[in-house]
Structures are given as C-alpha cells and as structure tokens.
C-alpha cells in the first residue's frame, strides 16, 4: 500500500533523458508528472525547451506545461504553490507524483518549501541594469552573490536583473534554501552522465530540435507579440536564435554559441546538484526502478 506522503524527484542536466525516464517509471508505479522546467510552463515554446510531445503526454498525466503566456513572466513565487497543490491532488487519488525536471531553484523551492522573497519590482534600477550585457550583468551577481551566480543561466538577463535586484532590495544575497522540508521523505533521484558523453548528446538533441524546426517556432512566437527583447530573456536556444534571426550572428555562429552555451550550462547543473548529500544516483532504468519500489513499500 502506497503511504499518502510519497515524493519521486528525477533531477539532472539537460539532456540526460529525464522526461523519457520518468514516463517510463511513471507508468510503471502508477504515477503522474509534474514538469519542474521554468520555461516548460509556457505556451508554445516546445522545441527550445524539450518539453515532451503530445503523445507522450497521453501516456502519462503531465503538470504544469503550458500554464503561462510567454508574453509574461512567470516566476518560482508562482510555480511553487502549483506544484505543492498538484502533489497533494496526486497524492490524494492514491497515486505516486513524479517531480521532474533540470531547474535547481523549481525544484528546491517546491521541496524544501524554499521561501521566496517579496520583493517588490524595482522599476528604477531594472531599466539601469537592462542597460548592461548579460556578461556585466553576470560578473556583478558573482560579486554580489557568488553562491547564487553558481546556478543560475548566465544568458538570461530577466534572471540575473531579479537575482540582483532581490539582493540590492535586501541588502542580502538571494536566500538559501530553507532548513524547512516540505517532502522530508521524498525520494531524490539524480541522472549521472559522463561529461563527455553528456556534450554528444546535447549536440545530437539540438541538431534533432533544429531539423524539426526550432527556427520555426522562434519566429511563430515572434509572430505571436513576443519581442526579440523577450525571447532572448529566456536564454540559451531562444537566446541565440533570435540574434541569427536578427542577422547578429551567421547560422555556424550561432550553433557554436548554443553547444557551448548548453554544455556550460550542463556543468553548471551538475555541480549545482552535487551539493545535495540527499540524491541517489543512477545509470540506468532499473537502478532506478530498484529504488523506487524499496522506498515505495517504506
């Protein structure tokens, strides 16, 4: 009998093979997903975020996608209490959540019930940070907050302004997480890839994303209201997109940049989550299904 308090999280780099893991898990231990991706929760941005595909999504109840216009921002403040409420219905209907997804902040916010703070916008000093490069603004987060500039994606100026802003606004860095745990019990399930051959197969996906037409969908947004200025906002593949699409960079340009920019964020990924003493790592399906069916009988 399944105990009402159960939690899976399936956490890792991008790339890794969580969605696919997780469906498969999910399907075995009668279990729904809750996609814990901060660009995930937007309406039409498919490709560039690796978000699963409709038929998968039949196999298996999906949370949490396509909960947001990508015209506005939405913030952790906002996805935390989703995700809670959506583990609760899970629960409630005798049934095992699956929290997966590569965004360390979604996660640890939703888990160890990190408190978010209310900030409130500062209009002044976000239109004199707007002004900056993603570079000068990554450079001023680690000085102010190095903790913070270790997992967070450097090519997302929406981030970097709301990270500084919260710590200028403060006069703290950007809170750590909680010693609160929302899911004490909660399974942590990490997906462990050889650096190597994690590079292969981020550059293998995103050559698959750009022939099923991750160009096209940057300029349907677009044709949609979404400006360049807030398509770049959302980092790494919308971020390089847009500037070949602007003529900034050539096509070769821009391939480059991206399985750079990706394989920096992978390891930045990785070492973010090798701070937690708490995850169990795994190579394989059945490492993964062994597991599980321990902590599910506990």
């Known amino acids: 009998m399944l105990k009402s308090n159960k939690l899976i999280v399936i956490l890792g780099p991008t790339s890794s093979g969580k969605s696919s ?17 901060s660009r995930q929760v937007y309406k039409g941005m498919d490709l560039g975020t690796g978000k699963v595909t409709k ?16 015209k506005k921002q939405f913030t952790v403040a906002e996805f935390k209490p989703l995700a809670q409420k959506a583990i609760q219905k899970i629960q409630a209907k005798k049934k095992l959540p699956f929290l997966v997804g590569g965004t360390p902040f979604y996660i ?3 888990i160890d019930d990190l408190q978010i703070p209310g900030v409130a916008p500062n209009f002044k000093l976000r239109n004199q940070l707007r002004n900056k490069t993603t570079t000068q603004l990554f450079a001023m987060l680690k000085k102010l907050d190095p903790r913070r500039a270790k997992n967070i994606d450097p090519h997302n100026p929406r981030r970097l302004i709301r990270a500084i802003e919260i710590i200028k606004s403060t006069g703290k860095p950007v809170p750590a997480l909680s010693s609160r745990r ?4 909660a399974l942590i399930l990490g997906i462990k890839k050889d650096l190597a051959k994690l590079y292969k197969l981020i550059d ?7 022939k099923a037409g991750l160009i096209g969908e940057v300029k349907k947004l677009r044709k949609l209201g979404v400006s360049w200025k807030r398509l770049q906002e959302f980092g790494l593949e919308y971020h390089f997109v847009s500037l070949y699409l602007q003529n900034k960079l050539t096509y070769d340009e821009m391939m480059l940049q991206l399985k750079n920019g990706i394989h920096k964020f992978a390891k930045r990924q990785m070492t973010w989550f090798k701070t937690d003493s708490r995850i169990k790592w795994i190579k394989n399906q059945k490492q993964a299904e062994r597991l599980i069916k321990k902590y599910s009988q506990s």
């Open 21 to 37: 893991l997780a469906i498969k898990l999910a399907r075995k231990f009668k279990g729904e997903i809750i996609s814990a991706d």
């Open 182 to 185: 929302a899911h004490p019990e």
């Open 204 to 210: 293998a996906r995103l050559e698959l994303r750009l």
């Open 55 to 70: 038929k998968e999504q039949q196999l298996i109840p999906h949370h949490l996608l396509n909960v947001a216009s990508p």
């Open 108 to 110: 640890y916010a939703t």
